[in-house]
């Protein structure tokens, strides 16, 4: 499927939010669920079969690029900071600094809402995205109508860490063209993705490339990579939440490991768990359209529970 079609179709707009640009792609009717991507990474990442088998559900995705990402505002006046210092920092239980936290990024979320005209949303995230999802629902409550959490961590240091291979394919230095861009995809998705499921390389190398020519911000990487260590342990925050809540994680994730997405599903009153075995820190195809069904299932009965106009 062309990566392109989607904006070709229905452009995608950029709305003041939180003070910042932040760039999105709304499309489709029905209940809006708010997909929110990882770090580093930009909207057009997100496989468009993924999208559209949401739209096919009758959902309507919002699909926001993250501040310092794609063609959301980026933060250039504000410093990088050194990854291993701060993630040895992290590891030790000590306090440490950051330009923006997982709550300025949230708030930009809750923004984007405000523009939109959107009282309350679904709200889906992978990876830091879903650290994103957790921290809007924590800090907006009213505004997220169900939560589901993929591919993530509360922050809670334990459960959090993954395998040292995975922390270094994605710390390696930033390409220096398109070409390399590209590779240095595939060697992550090597390293970090599915062991029990066929890679869609050719939309793997495509989507690389398509953000490539948008453009790649690797002091932006750096600083979203600050406010996931400065954020801390949301566990007993998240235990507060009364929504319909879902966990997505995959039993061969070598990035945040699989006693991540259990601890997730633990902190979260009445969460859904699904794990699922052979899938690691990606979306491949075989996996799509069963977190398409859960995503749909957790809007579902969270519709079901809003009371009657």
């Known amino acids: 499927m062309d990566e392109?079609?989607?904006?070709?179709?229905?452009?995608?707009?950029?709305?003041?939010?939180?003070?910042?640009?932040?760039?999105?792609?709304?499309?489709?009717?029905g209940p809006p669920v708010l997909v929110i991507m990882g770090i580093g990474s930009q909207r057009v990442q997100w496989p468009a079969e993924f999208l559209a088998a949401l739209r096919a559900h009758g959902l309507r995705t919002i699909t926001p690029d993250n501040r310092d990402a794609g063609r959301s505002e980026w933060m250039r006046t504000l410093p990088a900071p050194n990854p291993l210092r701060m993630f040895s920092k992290a590891l030790a239980g000590l306090p440490t600094k950051a330009p923006y936290s997982l709550v300025d990024m949230a708030d930009d979320m809750a923004g984007l809402l405000d523009a939109l005209g959107i009282e309350r949303a679904h709200v889906a995230g992978i990876s830091m995205g879903g650290m994103i999802a957790q921290t809007l629902a924590i800090h907006h409550p009213h505004r997220v109508a169900s939560l589901v959490s993929m591919h993530s961590t509360t922050g809670g240091r334990r459960a959090s860490l993954g395998k040292p291979r995975a922390y270094r394919a994605l710390l390696a230095p930033g390409p220096?063209?398109?070409?390399?861009?590209?590779?240095?995809?595939?060697?992550?998705?090597?390293?970090?993705?599915?062991?029990?499921?066929?890679?869609?390389?050719?939309?793997?190398?495509?989507?690389?490339?398509?953000?490539?020519?948008?453009?790649?911000?690797?002091?932006g990487f750096l600083r979203q990579w600050a406010a996931i260590?400065?954020?801390?342990?949301?566990?007993?925050?998240?235990?507060?939440?009364?929504?319909?809540a879902r966990v997505i994680h995959g039993s061969a994730d070598p990035l945040i490991p699989p006693r991540a997405g259990r601890a997730t599903a633990r902190a979260i009153p009445g969460a859904t768990l699904d794990m699922i075995p052979?899938?690691?820190?990606d979306l491949p195809p075989g996996v799509i359209g069963?977190?398409?069904?859960g995503i749909a299932a957790t809007v579902a009965r969270a519709e079901s529970q809003r009371p009657a106009a």
Do not use: F, K
């Open 176 to 219: 220096q063209n398109r070409e390399e861009a590209i590779a240095r995809q595939v060697e992550v998705t090597r390293v970090v993705g599915s062991t029990g499921y066929a890679h869609d390389w050719e939309g793997i190398r495509r989507r690389a490339g398509l953000a490539y020519d948008i453009g790649l911000n690797p002091a």
């Open 278 to 281: 052979g899938m690691g820190h």
């Open 290 to 293: 069963r977190i398409a069904d």
């Open 229 to 244: 260590m400065h954020s801390g342990d949301r566990s007993a925050a998240l235990a507060g939440l009364r929504i319909p």
């Open 4 to 29: 392109l079609a989607p904006e070709a179709a229905n452009p995608a707009a950029t709305a003041r939010c939180n003070g910042i640009d932040i760039h999105h792609e709304d499309r489709g009717e």
